[in-house]
């Protein structure tokens, strides 16, 4: 094992990676975040993707590693009826252009 993640887990991963299937969950995940700009549950996600559960779990913590996403607050889920985290887009990241 490494550093806790089974050595199957993470050759699917890299699987996933190399042949775009983690991309697309990816640009699924964003764009039913990009219509729901309150928040939603990640079974919420699950719900209105169509993804499976591992796959909205591990897409949506590299989106939050990757400041794309954050968790932000709890409420009700409207699947399980569970108090439990909203999953937002995280604001648009600013950039600064350094002047010449």
């Given at each position: 094992m490494s550093g806790?993640?089974?050595?199957?887990?993470i050759q699917a991963l890299r699987?996933?990676?190399g042949n775009g299937r983690g991309t697309?969950?990816?640009?699924?995940?964003?764009e039913v975040l990009q219509r729901n700009p309150w928040g939603?549950?990640?079974r919420e996600i699950e719900a209105?993707?169509?993804l499976r559960g591992n796959?909205?779990?591990?897409?949506v913590r590299e989106l939050?590693?990757?400041k794309r996403a954050k968790e932000?607050?709890?409420?009700?889920?409207s699947v399980t009826g569970s108090m439990v985290g909203v999953v937002q887009l995280a604001p648009a990241q600013e950039t600064v252009e350094d002047e010449a």
């Open positions: 806790g993640v089974r050595e199957t887990s699987e996933i990676q697309q969950a990816t640009d699924k995940i964003l939603l549950t990640r209105r993707t169509g796959q909205v779990s591990g897409r939050i590693e990757q932000d607050g709890q409420r009700v889920c």
